[in-house]
């Protein structure tokens, strides 16, 4: 288990996990407890200068897991690069191609990240399709003590959507783990969109209700600790986010989760048809954590005449792969 000082207020400073203080009333977030005891914050809280007064030595990794996204990921790549990368808030970026049939590795690449093929990372392993693939081999291909994701579909992007995420990583030791929450413009009203609200909230609420104030559990800006990320599976598909918080409230507790209001995030609107097999899997990772024998971990979806399978295959935890331990904890092995 992650070791977490929760000590970590002292005489009317706030310290950091670098024993730096920094002072009260300096613009450090006051925690505030969100619906079912999740802390929750707003990114104005976390501004460029107090994020690089408390990094110290922390290393920081951003990675864009993307599939098609000529179109928006390199004005994300280039914000970042310029607003975060540059200035040292953030030490690198990293965009990890997943099978994409478009020009998304050039132009990210052009615009300043480091550009991974996933099918090139642990290829013994397969060449495992789907965003929760991609977030494992994240793990590999990156260095920084924290990692942080951001999808690369969003437009009219703003570095706060990965900065927000990053100020209770660093002000706060106690937090291990930070999920962003924003209004979709592009969704009927606020909140989450089609399958959050249908599907991933209720399930939640009936049978995990411990993380039932996590806001958006479906949003696809969070991240962590490598320390603690390190140790979890990663389910390949759809099913990661819900499978991940799981996991992480398992095995290490809420209090190690935060969430950040990003405000306003914009992004395409999908459509039933790619929102139908999100949501099967979501169910089926959901159900299959409550008990492995509930569902299959194959299955299909059938709509108008149509089958989509379903796999609710798993990647073991990073620990347990060679190829990781010999690159992150090589001082550690023989």
């Not at 914000?79 to 998304?104: C, K, Q, R």
């Amino acid at each position: 288990m992650v070791a977490v000082n929760t000590d970590h207020m002292s005489s009317g400073a706030i310290r950091t996990g670098h024993d730096n203080l920094i002072p009260a009333g300096s613009g450090r977030p006051v925690d505030a407890l969100g619906p079912a005891g999740i802390r929750t914050h707003h990114h104005s809280e976390f501004p460029l200068e107090l994020l690089a007064s408390a990094k110290g030595s922390t290393t920081v990794s951003v990675c864009l897991p993307a599939r098609n996204e000529e179109a928006t990921v390199g004005h994300i790549v280039d914000v970042l690069a310029d607003e975060l990368l540059e200035p040292g808030i953030i030490d690198e970026l990293v965009v990890i191609d997943d099978h994409s049939e478009d020009s998304t590795a050039s132009e990210a690449a052009a615009a300043g990240a480091r550009v991974v093929r996933s099918a090139d990372v642990l290829p013994r392993y397969g060449e495992g399709h789907g965003k929760g693939e991609v977030l494992w081999k994240s793990l590999l291909e990156t260095e920084g003590d924290i990692l942080l994701w951001c999808d690369a579909d969003l437009s009219e992007f703003d570095h706060r959507l990965v900065s927000g995420l990053l100020g209770p990583l660093l002000c706060d030791p106690s937090v291990d783990f930070v999920k962003g929450f924003y209004e979709r413009p592009e969704s009927d009203g606020g909140g989450g969109g089609r399958v959050t609200e249908l599907v991933a909230r209720p399930l939640i609420s009936l049978l995990f209700p411990e993380l039932a104030g996590i806001i958006q559990p479906l949003s696809g800006e969070y991240g962590g600790r490598r320390e603690l990320l390190e140790q979890l599976p990663f389910v390949e598909g759809y099913g990661v986010e819900m499978g991940m918080l799981i996991d992480l409230s398992r095995r290490f507790g809420t209090d190690s989760i935060a969430q950040v209001d990003l405000e306003i995030r914009h992004h395409r609107n999908r459509t039933l048809a790619e929102l139908g097999p999100q949501a099967a899997a979501i169910t089926q990772t959901v159900l299959r954590r409550v008990d492995r024998d509930l569902v299959p971990a194959t299955a299909a979806l059938h709509r108008n005449g149509s089958t989509v399978s379903l796999e609710a295959a798993e990647r073991p935890p990073m620990l347990e792969v060679a190829e990781y331990l010999a690159r992150h904890h090589a001082a550690t092995q023989g």
